[in-house]
């Protein structure tokens, strides 16, 4: 899911760097999901 996600905004399809909030957003997500993982892990 967040291979994909960057693979659709590499600069090279994106034509320009990531802005500031895509890459909050980003780990925002990547950090949901591993306190999901953790949480279902413990279960």
Same mark, same amino acid.
Request: proline share 5%.
């Given at each position: 899911?967040?291979?994909?996600? =960057?693979?659709? $905004? @590499?600069? $090279?399809?994106?034509? /320009?760097? %990531?802005?500031? @909030? @895509? ?6 997500? !990547? $950090? /949901? +999901? !591993? !306190? +999901? %993982? =953790? =949480?279902?892990? /413990? %279960?």
């Amino acid at each position: 899911m967040l291979k994909k996600w =960057l693979s659709y $905004r @590499e600069r $090279r399809v994106l034509k /320009r760097p %990531l802005k500031p @909030e @895509e890459v909050q957003h980003f780990t925002d997500t !990547a $950090r /949901r +999901i !591993a !306190a +999901i %993982l =953790l =949480l279902t892990t /413990r %279960l």
